[in-house]
C-alpha cells in the first residue's frame, strides 16, 4: 500500500509541475510590450552585452536622464544623474517576483514596514506591482537569521544592503524613473 500510495504522490507531483510550466510559458508569451505608464520597452527589454572588465559599468541601452536602473539578470541596480553619470551601483537581492523588462516610476515609499516575508524592512521604494505583489526596493533592518520567517508568499521586495537603501531613499523619490533591464 504504502507504494502505491507513493507511486500517487510521485504522478501528482510530475503533473503539477508541468502545468505550471505550462502556464510559465503561456504567462511568458503574453507579456505586453508597454509597460502600464505606456512607455515602450522593446529597447530597453532587449538583452544588452554586459562590459567583461567592468560588471558595475552602465550597461548601454538603459535609457538616458535621471534613473534608477536594474538588471534582473545581473541583480544590480545603478542610481543614475543626468548625463549618465553613475551616482552608486551596488548588487540586490530579488524577490520571487520580477517586474517586467520597462520604464517605470516610483510610486510611493514607506520609511519602515514589515516585509511580506516577515522581516521588518526600510527605506521601501516602490514602482510596480504583478499579479497583485508590489515590487520595490528595501533594506532588512536586521540580517535574516534563524529567528527568521520563512513564508511560501510570493514577494516582489528587492533587498538591498542598509547602506545602499539609504542612497536609493535618498535618490528615488515619487515620481522617480526605474528602468527594468534584462
Same mark, same amino acid.
Given at each position: ?11 501528482? !507531483?510530475? $503533473?503539477?509541475?508541468? !502545468?505550471? @510550466? ?24 532587449? &538583452?544588452?552585452?554586459?562590459? &567583461? ?7 548601454? /541601452?538603459?535609457?538616458? *536622464? ?14 543614475? $544623474?543626468? /548625463? ?11 524577490? !520571487?517576483?520580477?517586474?517586467?523588462? *520597462? ?12 516585509? !511580506? ?27 535574516? @537569521?534563524? /529567528?527568521?520567517?520563512?513564508? $511560501?508568499?510570493?514577494? *516582489? *521586495? ?21 528602468a527594468v533591464i534584462h
Amino acid at each position: 500500500m504504502a507504494t502505491s500510495n507513493a507511486t500517487f504522490v510521485t504522478a501528482l !507531483t510530475a $503533473a503539477a509541475l508541468a !502545468t505550471v @510550466g505550462f502556464l510559465a510559458y503561456q504567462a511568458a508569451a503574453t507579456v505586453p510590450t508597454r509597460t502600464a505608464a505606456g512607455s515602450t520597452s522593446a529597447a530597453i527589454a532587449s &538583452k544588452v552585452p554586459r562590459d &567583461k572588465l567592468d560588471p558595475a559599468a552602465l550597461p548601454p /541601452g538603459s535609457g538616458a *536622464g535621471e534613473r534608477v536602473v536594474y538588471s534582473l539578470d545581473d541583480n544590480r541596480v545603478w542610481l543614475v $544623474a543626468s /548625463g549618465d553619470h553613475v551616482i552608486r551601483t551596488f548588487e540586490v537581492t530579488p524577490g !520571487t517576483i520580477d517586474p517586467a523588462p *520597462g520604464v517605470y516610476e516610483v510610486t510611493s515609499r514607506s520609511n519602515s514596514v514589515t516585509g !511580506t516575508d516577515g522581516i521588518p524592512i526600510e527605506h521601501v521604494v516602490r514602482f510596480t506591482s504583478v499579479d497583485g505583489v508590489v515590487i520595490g526596493f528595501s533594506a532588512a533592518v536586521r540580517e535574516a @537569521g534563524a /529567528g527568521a520567517t520563512a513564508t $511560501a508568499v510570493p514577494t *516582489g *521586495g528587492i533587498r538591498e544592503s542598509r547602506r545602499d537603501g539609504d542612497a536609493m531613499w535618498g535618490f528615488a523619490t515619487i515620481g522617480a524613473r526605474v528602468a527594468v533591464i534584462h
